[in-house]
């Protein structure tokens, strides 16, 4: 996978609620702010949070990619800046929430991210 792939293999990975698939996007230590808010340190405690997601909020989301860019850093690195359209996340009742915004900013070396942070955009 190189750095360009890295925002549609992300995409691809949460739609599926592919939890292995979303921790392997991450380094051994590398950080995650996931879209509800939790914060993980370091590959298994990002598997814990996306699986966490993936059995809430995110049960059946998918995402629908918008603007996006790649910013290379330097040998190996680079900032992958992605907006999505959120389809499908639902409430605590199950019930489906509006479709919302969010953005994926990820610092990858080697391909992997080593800081991950996805985030709803204000309305």
Do not use: H
Request: net charge negative.
């Amino acid at each position: 996978m190189s750095a360009a792939d890295f925002a549609r293999r992300f995409a691809a990975c949460f739609g599926a609620q592919d939890v292995e698939g979303l921790a392997g996007l991450i380094s051994p230590d590398g950080s995650v702010l996931t879209l509800s808010g939790a914060w993980a340190e370091g590959q298994i405690a990002a598997r814990a949070a996306f699986a966490a997601e993936a059995s809430g909020l995110c049960a059946r989301a998918r995402l629908v990619t918008g603007k996006g860019d790649l910013l290379p850093l330097g040998p190996g690195s680079a900032l992958v800046r992605q907006r999505y359209v959120v389809t499908g996340a639902v409430d605590e009742a199950g019930g489906e929430l509006p479709r919302f915004g969010a953005l994926l900013v990820a610092v990858l070396v080697d391909e992997l991210a080593v800081s991950l942070t996805f985030t709803a955009l204000p309305g």
